[in-house]
């Protein structure tokens, strides 16, 4: 059984090490994240909505898409967000596909008053490629700066963390047997005060960093997910265009009639996002429409309508596999954006508790070699001071 419990405080201990000081950044990135919108609300300077009636209709898509192909001649529409929340519809242009595929910092984009068609705000070509406050937190949190490679060394530092969560359980039941669940003993050491707290906020918080762990290793695999859905379901549905010319950005249907498309074909859905014919992570020859259903739980599940970008016919609906479904649903229990702001507040309250598991962990560590390291020397001071003696002893 000490074997056995001795092993589990291994695991503990070294799965905590290698993963604290990036779990640390996750945490504090993870902060500002809770609260984007309200922080982005907060930082936005565009101007107002007009005052409309409630039942005004969106303008065209076609209108949009015109307006935008006149601010920046020669240059492609490569996707548009319609905001089911606000008024606003953003249409994201980038000089080429090859351009954007190349470099995805070269695209850029409007924001439109969907009822008036009125611009609202572009975002600066020569500041294409700047961060935002919030931006810089998400890429940290997200990858890191690192890209793919980012997303999943993060995934692994992830799963260090729930290894260490669930070792830290185990061992926690045999260490609260001397004691009651809960107790610090303030009367004894700085460092054994610490360990107690740390042990009993990791006891209170298992549950809740077990599930932002588990969904945080889940999202970072997102690319590696989406890219075996398109190399799976996606090209077995595109295996027919196979060898068709694509349609050029000049030629193709009205996005318009896309989304109206779209929209017979996932009746009771919400259309959202529409990528254009050409992305690397679309189709050549297709509009691809998502849409995201209209209650609580099916809004974080979306569908995807394949509308023939030459002659605006639907091609076919794709439902996303169970990984990516699983994905989807997983993101709002890792940020905790499902139940406004109480359950924001709770999340952030949680994520600062967890900050301080992590730190009170490296101390007691660094504490504890320090404390070593103190012990070793003390003992060679010993032993270099009597080995004269033990000399003279043998001399004589």
């Given at each position: 059984?000490?074997?056995?419990?001795?092993k589990?405080?291994?695991?503990?201990?070294w799965?905590s090490?290698v993963c604290?000081?990036f779990?640390?950044?996750?945490?504090?990135?993870g902060l500002p994240l809770?609260?984007?919108?309200?922080?982005?609300?907060?930082?936005?300077?565009?101007?107002p909505?007009?005052?409309?009636?409630?039942?005004?209709?969106?303008?065209?898509l076609?209108?949009?898409?015109?307006?935008?192909?006149?601010?920046?001649?020669?240059?492609?529409?490569?996707?548009?967000?319609?905001?089911?929340d606000e008024?606003?519809?953003?249409?994201?242009?980038?000089?080429?596909w090859?351009a954007?595929?190349?470099?995805?910092?070269?695209?850029?984009?409007?924001?439109?008053?969907?009822?008036?068609?009125?611009?609202?705000?572009?975002?600066?070509l020569?500041?294409?490629?700047?961060?935002?406050?919030?931006?810089?937190m998400?890429?940290?949190h997200r990858?890191m700066?690192?890209?793919?490679?980012?997303?999943?060394?993060?995934a692994?530092?992830?799963?260090?963390?729930?290894?260490?969560?669930v070792?830290?359980?185990?061992i926690?039941?045999?260490?609260m047997?001397?004691?009651?669940?809960?107790?610090?003993?303030?009367?004894?050491?700085?460092?054994?005060?610490?360990?107690?707290l740390?042990?009993?906020?990791?006891?209170?918080?298992?549950?809740?960093?077990?599930?932002v762990?588990?969904?945080?290793?889940?999202?970072?695999?997102?690319?590696?997910?989406?890219?075996?859905?398109l190399?799976?379901?996606?090209?077995?549905?595109l295996?027919?265009?196979?060898?068709?010319?694509?349609?050029?950005?000049?030629?193709?249907?009205?996005?318009?009639?896309?989304?109206d498309?779209?929209?017979q074909?996932?009746?009771?859905?919400?259309?959202?996002?529409?990528?254009f014919?050409g992305?690397?992570?679309?189709?050549?020859?297709?509009?691809?429409?998502q849409?995201?259903?209209?209650?609580?739980?099916?809004?974080?599940?979306?569908?995807?309508?394949?509308?023939?970008?030459?002659?605006?016919?639907?091609?076919?609906?794709?439902?996303m596999?169970?990984?990516l479904?699983?994905?989807?649903?997983?993101?709002?229990?890792?940020?905790?954006?499902?139940?406004?702001m109480?359950?924001k507040?709770?999340?952030?309250?949680?994520?600062?508790?967890?900050i301080?598991?992590?730190?009170?962990?490296l101390?007691?560590?660094?504490?504890?070699?320090?404390?070593?390291k103190?012990?070793?020397?003390?003992?060679?001071a010993?032993?270099?001071?009597?080995l004269?003696?033990?000399r003279?002893?043998?001399?004589?």
């Amino acid at each position: 059984m000490r074997a056995s419990l001795g092993k589990w405080i291994w695991v503990h201990k070294w799965s905590s090490l290698v993963c604290t000081v990036f779990l640390l950044v996750l945490c504090l990135t993870g902060l500002p994240l809770i609260f984007k919108e309200e922080i982005n609300d907060l930082l936005d300077t565009d101007p107002p909505y007009e005052s409309m009636p409630a039942e005004t209709q969106p303008a065209s898509l076609d209108t949009l898409m015109g307006i935008s192909q006149q601010l920046y001649p020669g240059q492609i529409v490569t996707s548009i967000f319609i905001d089911d929340d606000e008024p606003q519809t953003i249409v994201t242009m980038a000089p080429s596909w090859q351009a954007v595929n190349e470099n995805p910092r070269s695209a850029h984009w409007i924001k439109f008053d969907s009822r008036t068609a009125k611009v609202l705000k572009r975002s600066e070509l020569s500041a294409a490629g700047g961060y935002t406050f919030m931006g810089v937190m998400l890429i940290l949190h997200r990858e890191m700066f690192a890209g793919l490679a980012g997303e999943l060394f993060l995934a692994v530092m992830g799963l260090l963390f729930v290894v260490a969560i669930v070792s830290g359980i185990v061992i926690y039941a045999p260490f609260m047997r001397k004691l009651d669940f809960g107790e610090v003993r303030r009367s004894r050491s700085r460092r054994t005060k610490w360990l107690d707290l740390h042990n009993l906020l990791g006891a209170a918080t298992a549950m809740w960093v077990f599930v932002v762990g588990l969904t945080g290793v889940i999202n970072e695999l997102s690319t590696p997910m989406i890219g075996l859905w398109l190399m799976t379901d996606v090209k077995v549905m595109l295996a027919p265009m196979k060898g068709k010319p694509a349609p050029s950005p000049h030629d193709l249907s009205s996005p318009q009639a896309a989304l109206d498309t779209a929209k017979q074909a996932l009746p009771g859905m919400i259309p959202t996002f529409m990528i254009f014919p050409g992305a690397q992570r679309g189709s050549p020859w297709h509009y691809a429409v998502q849409a995201k259903g209209n209650e609580p739980l099916s809004s974080r599940l979306v569908s995807i309508a394949a509308v023939d970008g030459k002659d605006g016919t639907l091609f076919g609906v794709v439902q996303m596999p169970w990984y990516l479904r699983v994905l989807e649903l997983s993101r709002p229990l890792h940020f905790g954006d499902y139940g406004g702001m109480p359950l924001k507040i709770l999340w952030a309250l949680l994520d600062i508790v967890t900050i301080v598991i992590l730190a009170s962990g490296l101390y007691l560590w660094l504490a504890k070699r320090s404390s070593a390291k103190a012990v070793a020397k003390k003992l060679a001071a010993n032993d270099a001071a009597t080995l004269p003696v033990m000399r003279t002893d043998a001399a004589e």
